[in-house]
Each structure stands twice: as structure tokens, then as C-alpha cells.
């Protein structure tokens, strides 16, 4: 007979996982609606329904989020990533090297961090190549979690495990677990994992492809100039050769030799020096073009020498006085320390260099400025749009101390010597000490739903276990397996500890199952190993909701994906899972 306080949480369970899966409402709020509930029937304290925002974890996802999009800043991980990826890439042979290669890693190292310094590195690859990001996303975090369940120290939850064979008494002969005494399943699960992530998820995941072609279609796009510098590597080379009739999002228009345009461009064209080169292309486009090696354009001049700089859209006022003067004269690089890359005309071709260029009303601009022109009030030529990019020429120490000191937060944390947290608010000091990073822009990277979403989730799994309804849905599933023996028992196991590790965090649900798990195996007089490692792998394996594990949660924002998605491609990976553990499992140890 169910008590008054777990058909409340039940009925919060239900409304929740409604709620989300028909997205009635966004899922913070949902969550914080049926915490309340629970506070207003004093299921919780508030002290309890707060506790999470003083949790370890949450700070470290919160950091690392942040630390991710400080290294995004800098270009430094794009470069690296530039070079193992590669250029050209399809989608399938990215998604192939990419999760095998997050996967190799984490089972060495704190998939957590992985995954944030990765992150911003994807989404910026799918984008240049017209992908939508949700399509990407959720492969990283399971690679992450594929990878990290393989060995012992690849994941928190299976160093929880052991901690726990450690303490427990119910075995006293047991010994603790060795570091590759998950990899029998957790290899062969990572390969599978990694070929379901490559050939079948383009058919499961979400796409907003439709609205990134629309969205295409219907862009206006910029005219650039850039040109052929002295001792460009790109000198001598053809079209063809130097890769620029095949970029993405950006189209050679016409090529400018002394006084002569070559509007019809051959493959075989032969660049010289101090060509100059025309492009039509999108915004994000356009400002990658800045990075390119071989190319300058003409109007920065020394601009691009700044450390600091920015790449800001603006559009020409009614009543400006730039109207009817050229790109020349108007004199950007006197007047606002800015110099104009691209113009954009209502759709219009234009056929003037653009230094000679008469602006209009309405004409939108894209400057490489000085990163103070947007705080300046005292412009009225022009309203700011948005802005596209930022680039920071980091000194050699500053590099090293921000991609060295991430590297040795993992590295030590892992080890035992600190914290993850510790050694992370640590590395923030010299960061922010030395201006690496704003402290006005890092709070504003914070996503709070996140937080709210965390916190809310770790309330709603604590009054399942207060109240007893966690242990009542184990001991039900259990129950209904005990008659189909060990491997039958085994599989109520696995099937009830991924789903409470779905819902109330894996490592409360580790904290719940784990002695159910052993006292399973001494009633049956088994070896209790394959009891101890199913709840391992099922608690880490959580596929099916973005609140069951901490990668999921991070990559949720980014991709712009509903609670349902994860459940429509991490289902079918959870029963795979379950089906690989308990045939290996059964053949090792029965």
C-alpha cells in the first residue's frame, strides 16, 4: 500500500516526464514546478530543495562550460583540431574519427572536461560545414560515456563502485576492482557504441537542417576583398590547388590582376602576387576568411597586428554622414580604429572594388575593429548589428598557462591530489589575473537553466529515496525477474538501475541498487562480480535522458534538443548495452 507522500511523488514523476516529452512547458521550469510541489507538501525542506546549488558537481560543470568557451576564444583548440581532423571531412568519417577518438581518451581521462574543451570545437565544424549541431553533439557525450564506462578510472560512478566493494561486508574475501576489469564489456561496447553513433544516428537524432538552408537561401551575402600577400604560399598554385573554388559558405566571384577581372575562373587559373580576389559569402563565412593562410585584406592595414580585436556587423543610419562617400573616404581606420572586410547591399552585386564604393543607407558592414568601438556612445553614422567574432592573439605564456593548467587540473584530479573543483577555481585565478579572460564576459556564459535543471533533478531524487519509492520501483522490477533465475535477476538489476541513474543521478542510484545487487548474489550463492559490474556499467551507460548524466546536460543548450530526443536515440543503445553486458557477462562468469 503506498503512503501519502509516494503517491505525490509519483504523481511529480508523471507530470514530469509528460511535461518533457510533449515539451508543454520549457524543462527548468518544469522540474522547479514539481520540486515545489514536493516543498509545498513538505515531502522536501527547502534547506533540501537548495542543497543542490551548494553541490560539487554542478560547480565543476559551471566551470568547465566555462572554461570550454575561454579556449574557444583563443583559436587554439580549432588549430589543433584543424590539424587531427583534417579539412573536407564528410559528416560520417568526422563523426567516426571524433567519437573514437573522445572515446580512447576518456577511458584515460575525466570525460567531464573532455567533453567541454570538445564542444565548442564540434559545434564550430558543424556549422562551417552546414551541419546542424544537433546532430553532432549528442554522439560526443556518448562517446564520452561509452569510452569512460571501459576502464575504472574512465568515470566517477565506477570508481564509486569500487569504493563500495571496498567498505562492504556481505563479502569479506572480495577484492577491489582492477582498472581493466570493465573493458571484457566495455571495449566491444565502445566499438559497437561507436559504429551506432556513425551509421544509424543521422536517423534518430534532430535535425534543424531545414532551417540552416533556409536560413542560407534567403542570407544576403557579403562582398570581400582579400589579396594574394608577398611570399603567400598560394602563389603559384592554381584555384584548384590553393582549395578556393570548393569553400564552404563562400564563393570566388571574380579574381582582380593589375587592371584586368577574370570574372570566368578556371580550375587552372595560376595566382600571382598581389592578386586580389573577390568573394561573395556569408557572415560566419567571411570572418573564417581572416585566418587564412596566404590571404590579407587590403583595407586592414596595421589592424591586423592588434592583439585585441573584434568582427562586427553594422548597418548605415538614414542620417548618416558616411552616406555618398566612398569606402575611402569615409576614412574608417582614422575615425573609428576599424577597417571595413565586407559589404552587404540588399542582395545587390557589386562591381566596384571596395575602396571605391559609394555607401548608402541601409548598406550593412562588416569591420574588424578595435575591441572598444562597441562601447563607444558617441556614433550615430551607424547602428551595431551584431558581433560575428572574436580574435585574441595570446601571448606564448598566457597559452601555456591556459591550456597547460587545464591539462594539469585533469591530470591531478584524476591522481587523487585535488579536486576537480579546487584545481579548476585555481587555474580561474591566472586566467582572470592575467586578463586571459574578462571577468564582465565570463558571468554571462553562465547557463542558468542548466543549474536550475541540475539542482531540481538532484531534489526530485532525493525525495524518491526519502520516501521510499526508489527502493519500492527496484525491489517491484526485481521481483518480477526472480523467477527467470541469475541471468533473469541480473537483467531486472540492469534495467532498474539505469532506470533510477536515468532519473535521480547515477550515483544515487549506485547508492541504492548496489547492496540490493550484492545481497542478490549471496541469497543465489554466485560470484557477486557480475552482480557488482552490471550496476557499474548500467549507472555509467545512461543514455536515455539529458538529467542522467553530466555530459548529457551539457551538450542539452547547445544542440537546441527536446527531452525526447535523448530517449529516441539512447533507448535503443541502452537495450543494446544491456544485451552486450549480460551475453558477455553471462558466458564469463556463469
Given at each position: 500500500?503506498?503512503?501519502?507522500?509516494?503517491?505525490?511523488?509519483?504523481?511529480?514523476?508523471?507530470?514530469?516526464?509528460?511535461?518533457?516529452?510533449?515539451?508543454?512547458?520549457?524543462?527548468?521550469?518544469?522540474?522547479?514546478?514539481?520540486?515545489?510541489?514536493?516543498?509545498?507538501?513538505?515531502?522536501?525542506?527547502?534547506?533540501?530543495?537548495?542543497?543542490?546549488?551548494?553541490?560539487?558537481?554542478?560547480?565543476?560543470?559551471?566551470?568547465?562550460?566555462?572554461?570550454?568557451?575561454?579556449?574557444?576564444?583563443?583559436?587554439?583548440?580549432?588549430?589543433?583540431?584543424?590539424?587531427?581532423?583534417?579539412?573536407?571531412?564528410?559528416?560520417?568519417?568526422?563523426?567516426?574519427?571524433?567519437?573514437?577518438?573522445?572515446?580512447?581518451?576518456?577511458?584515460?581521462?575525466?570525460?567531464?572536461?573532455?567533453?567541454?574543451?570538445?564542444?565548442p570545437y564540434v559545434s564550430?565544424?558543424?556549422?562551417?560545414?552546414?551541419?546542424?549541431?544537433?546532430?553532432?553533439?549528442?554522439?560526443?557525450?556518448?562517446?564520452?560515456?561509452?569510452?569512460?564506462?571501459?576502464?575504472?578510472?574512465?568515470?566517477?560512478?565506477?570508481?564509486?563502485?569500487?569504493?563500495?566493494?571496498?567498505?562492504?561486508?556481505?563479502?569479506?574475501?572480495?577484492?577491489?576492482?582492477?582498472?581493466?576489469?570493465?573493458?571484457?564489456?566495455?571495449?566491444?561496447?565502445?566499438?559497437?557504441?561507436?559504429?551506432?553513433?556513425?551509421?544509424?544516428?543521422?536517423?534518430?537524432?534532430?535535425?534543424?537542417?531545414?532551417?540552416?538552408?533556409?536560413?542560407?537561401?534567403?542570407?544576403?551575402?557579403?562582398?570581400?576583398?582579400?589579396?594574394?600577400?608577398?611570399?603567400?604560399?598560394?602563389?603559384?598554385?592554381?584555384?584548384?590547388?590553393?582549395?578556393?573554388?570548393?569553400?564552404?559558405?563562400?564563393?570566388?566571384?571574380?579574381?582582380?590582376?593589375?587592371?584586368?577581372?577574370?570574372?570566368?575562373?578556371?580550375?587552372?587559373?595560376?595566382?600571382?602576387?598581389?592578386?586580389?580576389?573577390?568573394?561573395?559569402?556569408?557572415?560566419?563565412?567571411?570572418?573564417?576568411?581572416?585566418?587564412?593562410?596566404?590571404?590579407?585584406?587590403?583595407?586592414?592595414?596595421?589592424?591586423?597586428?592588434?592583439?585585441?580585436?573584434?568582427?562586427?556587423?553594422?548597418?548605415?543610419?538614414?542620417n548618416s554622414t558616411l552616406?555618398?562617400?566612398?569606402?575611402?573616404?569615409?576614412?574608417?581606420?582614422?575615425?573609428?580604429?576599424?577597417?571595413?572586410?565586407?559589404?552587404?547591399?540588399?542582395?545587390?552585386?557589386?562591381?566596384?572594388?571596395?575602396?571605391?564604393?559609394?555607401?548608402?543607407?541601409?548598406?550593412?558592414?562588416?569591420?574588424?575593429?578595435?575591441?572598444?568601438?562597441?562601447n563607444r556612445d558617441d556614433?550615430?553614422?551607424?547602428?551595431?548589428?551584431?558581433?560575428?567574432?572574436?580574435?585574441?592573439?595570446?601571448?606564448?605564456?598566457?597559452?601555456?598557462?591556459?591550456?597547460?593548467?587545464?591539462?594539469?587540473?585533469?591530470?591531478?584530479?584524476?591522481?587523487?591530489?585535488?579536486?576537480?573543483?579546487?584545481?579548476?577555481?585555481?587555474?580561474?585565478?591566472?586566467?582572470?589575473?592575467?586578463?586571459?579572460?574578462?571577468?564582465?564576459?565570463?558571468?554571462?556564459?553562465?547557463?542558468?537553466?542548466?543549474?536550475?535543471?541540475?539542482?531540481?533533478?538532484?531534489?526530485?531524487?532525493?525525495?524518491?529515496?526519502?520516501?521510499?519509492?526508489?527502493?519500492?520501483?527496484?525491489?517491484?522490477?526485481?521481483?518480477?525477474?526472480?523467477?527467470?533465475?541469475?541471468?533473469?535477476?541480473?537483467?531486472?538489476?540492469?534495467?532498474?538501475?539505469?532506470?533510477?541513474?536515468?532519473?535521480?543521478?547515477?550515483?544515487?542510484?549506485?547508492?541504492?541498487?548496489?547492496?540490493?545487487?550484492?545481497?542478490?548474489?549471496?541469497?543465489?550463492?554466485?560470484?557477486?562480480?557480475?552482480?557488482?559490474?552490471?550496476?557499474?556499467?548500467?549507472?555509467?551507460?545512461?543514455?536515455?535522458?539529458?538529467?542522467?548524466?553530466?555530459?548529457?546536460?551539457?551538450?542539452?543548450?547547445?544542440?537546441?534538443?527536446?527531452?525526447?530526443?535523448?530517449?529516441?536515440?539512447?533507448?535503443?543503445?541502452?537495450?543494446?548495452?544491456?544485451?552486450?553486458?549480460?551475453?558477455?557477462?553471462?558466458?564469463?562468469?556463469?
Amino acid at each position: 500500500m503506498f503512503t501519502f507522500d509516494q503517491i505525490i511523488v509519483l504523481i511529480v514523476i508523471l507530470f514530469i516526464l509528460v511535461s518533457l516529452y510533449k515539451e508543454y512547458i520549457g524543462p527548468a521550469f518544469t522540474f522547479l514546478i514539481g520540486v515545489l510541489i514536493l516543498g509545498s507538501f513538505k515531502i522536501l525542506s527547502p534547506q533540501e530543495i537548495l542543497n543542490g546549488f551548494a553541490n560539487e558537481q554542478i560547480a565543476v560543470v559551471v566551470l568547465l562550460l566555462l572554461l570550454g568557451d575561454i579556449i574557444r576564444r583563443t583559436s587554439l583548440i580549432d588549430s589543433l583540431f584543424n590539424k587531427i581532423f583534417g579539412k573536407n571531412m564528410s559528416k560520417r568519417s568526422f563523426l567516426l574519427k571524433m567519437t573514437s577518438l573522445v572515446a580512447t581518451m576518456s577511458a584515460f581521462f575525466n570525460n567531464t572536461p573532455l567533453v567541454a574543451i570538445m564542444m565548442p570545437y564540434v559545434s564550430s565544424w558543424s556549422k562551417t560545414n552546414k551541419i546542424a549541431p544537433s546532430k553532432l553533439l549528442i554522439p560526443l557525450s556518448y562517446a564520452a560515456i561509452l569510452g569512460g564506462s571501459a576502464t575504472l578510472i574512465g568515470t566517477s560512478t565506477n570508481l564509486i563502485v569500487n569504493g563500495l566493494v571496498l567498505d562492504q561486508k556481505i563479502f569479506p574475501n572480495l577484492e577491489a576492482l582492477h582498472l581493466f576489469d570493465f573493458v571484457y564489456v566495455g571495449l566491444p561496447m565502445a566499438i559497437i557504441g561507436i559504429l551506432y553513433l556513425t551509421f544509424i544516428s543521422n536517423y534518430l537524432l534532430p535535425s534543424h537542417t531545414a532551417n540552416i538552408e533556409k536560413y542560407n537561401k534567403e542570407a544576403q551575402n557579403y562582398i570581400v576583398e582579400t589579396q594574394i600577400r608577398t611570399n603567400s604560399k598560394l602563389i603559384g598554385k592554381t584555384v584548384e590547388e590553393a582549395h578556393l573554388r570548393n569553400l564552404e559558405g563562400l564563393y570566388l566571384v571574380e579574381i582582380i590582376r593589375m587592371n584586368h577581372r577574370y570574372k570566368s575562373i578556371s580550375p587552372e587559373v595560376i595566382l600571382v602576387e598581389n592578386d586580389i580576389l573577390r568573394f561573395a559569402g556569408q557572415t560566419e563565412m567571411v570572418a573564417d576568411l581572416i585566418n587564412m593562410d596566404g590571404l590579407t585584406f587590403p583595407e586592414m592595414g596595421l589592424l591586423k597586428r592588434k592583439k585585441n580585436t573584434d568582427i562586427i556587423e553594422i548597418v548605415i543610419t538614414h542620417n548618416s554622414t558616411l552616406i555618398s562617400k566612398t569606402v575611402k573616404e569615409a576614412n574608417f581606420r582614422g575615425k573609428y580604429d576599424a577597417a571595413i572586410i565586407g559589404i552587404q547591399r540588399n542582395g545587390e552585386r557589386i562591381a566596384e572594388k571596395i575602396g571605391s564604393i559609394q555607401l548608402k543607407a541601409g548598406d550593412v558592414l562588416m569591420l574588424l575593429a578595435g575591441n572598444d568601438l562597441t562601447n563607444r556612445d558617441d556614433i550615430n553614422d551607424f547602428y551595431f548589428i551584431s558581433k560575428v567574432k572574436e580574435l585574441r592573439q595570446m601571448e606564448a605564456y598566457k597559452a601555456f598557462i591556459l591550456i597547460g593548467g587545464t591539462v594539469a587540473a585533469i591530470v591531478f584530479s584524476a591522481l587523487g591530489f585535488i579536486s576537480l573543483f579546487l584545481a579548476l577555481m585555481l587555474l580561474f585565478i591566472p586566467i582572470l589575473g592575467l586578463k586571459i579572460a574578462s571577468p564582465k564576459d565570463v558571468h554571462r556564459n553562465i547557463d542558468y537553466n542548466l543549474i536550475l535543471i541540475i539542482v531540481m533533478s538532484l531534489a526530485l531524487g532525493l525525495a524518491m529515496v526519502k520516501t521510499g519509492v526508489a527502493e519500492l520501483i527496484s525491489n517491484s522490477i526485481i521481483d518480477l525477474f526472480s523467477s527467470l533465475g541469475p541471468i533473469g535477476i541480473l537483467s531486472g538489476t540492469y534495467l532498474i538501475t539505469a532506470l533510477l541513474a536515468a532519473y535521480i543521478t547515477n550515483k544515487a542510484a549506485v547508492a541504492i541498487i548496489f547492496p540490493i545487487a550484492l545481497t542478490l548474489a549471496q541469497d543465489l550463492s554466485v560470484n557477486p562480480m557480475p552482480f557488482i559490474l552490471v550496476v557499474a556499467f548500467a549507472s555509467a551507460a545512461n543514455f536515455m535522458t539529458p538529467i542522467g548524466y553530466q555530459t548529457n546536460l551539457m551538450i542539452y543548450g547547445p544542440g537546441s534538443y527536446k527531452f525526447k530526443d535523448f530517449f529516441k536515440i539512447g533507448f535503443p543503445l541502452t537495450i543494446i548495452y544491456m544485451a552486450v553486458t549480460l551475453l558477455i557477462l553471462n558466458y564469463i562468469y556463469f
